[in-house]
């Protein structure tokens, strides 16, 4: 089965702090994401990422940045943390350019 | 705005009956996905369904696809108290980025 591992569950900072949230994928994806879950407002795309190196903005790309160095892991960068990041955060892997997700467990972001 | 937009917010219905479940969009589309989420988990994809097919099958599920009304509907048969979960659409673009819908909450009571 297909293994995506977000390092952390819940998570819980402080405003102006700089945040890491780290996930790792065993299925040698070449595609990741990176989005945030809200409360009425679904599922949105962060950063995405199509190989090593590279990464695109999504939607809602502000107040973030990614890293990839290494195809399996992609960090997503809380540059400094404002209440409004406050939010579940979702990591995914896709082998190809199209074609089904693979989730990770997520991790509960609270900015205090 | 959201791509897709499911329909209703909520459905809450007894073991044993079918669950259907609406989504719709708003543009041209190369597939249409359907996740499940269970409580503080993550999606778990369950089906895709390519623009040019209309129906598609997997166990207790069915979805449906129609493109000149841009929607979609997604069938659980049978339905089981472990079947509860929120689900969702999304659609994928030549972009191939997934846009996601809000979600409908699904509880099947035992």
């Known amino acids: 089965d297909v293994k995506v591992t977000q390092s952390s569950r819940y998570l819980v900072k402080r405003t102006g702090e700089k945040v890491f949230l780290e996930c790792v994928q065993d299925m040698d994806h070449e595609n990741m994401f990176w989005y945030r879950q809200d409360p009425g407002l679904g599922l949105r795309l962060i950063y995405f990422s199509y190989d090593v190196k590279m990464k695109e903005k999504g939607d809602i790309p502000e107040g973030y940045s990614v890293s990839r160095e290494k195809k399996e892991r992609f960090s997503l960068i809380l540059e400094s943390a404002s209440t409004n990041q406050t939010s579940m955060y979702l990591c995914a892997g896709r082998r190809g350019r199209v074609g089904p997700q693979h989730f990770g467990d997520g991790t509960r972001l609270s900015i205090l | 705005s959201q791509q897709g937009e499911e329909d209703p917010q909520a459905l809450s219905i007894q073991e044993g009956e079918n669950a259907t479940m609406n989504c719709s969009y708003k543009t041209s589309i190369n597939n249409l996905q359907w996740y499940r989420q269970n409580s503080g988990r993550g999606l778990v994809h369950l089906i895709l369904?390519?623009?040019?097919?209309r129906e598609k099958h997997s166990g207790r599920l069915r979805v449906t696809l129609d493109t000149s009304k841009k929607s979609s509907s997604l069938l659980i048969t049978a339905s089981r108290a472990a079947d509860t979960a929120s689900y969702f659409c999304a659609t994928e673009t030549s972009g191939s980025r997934l846009t996601f819908g809000e979600g409908t909450q699904l509880t099947v009571n035992p």
């Open positions: 369904i390519r623009s040019n097919e």
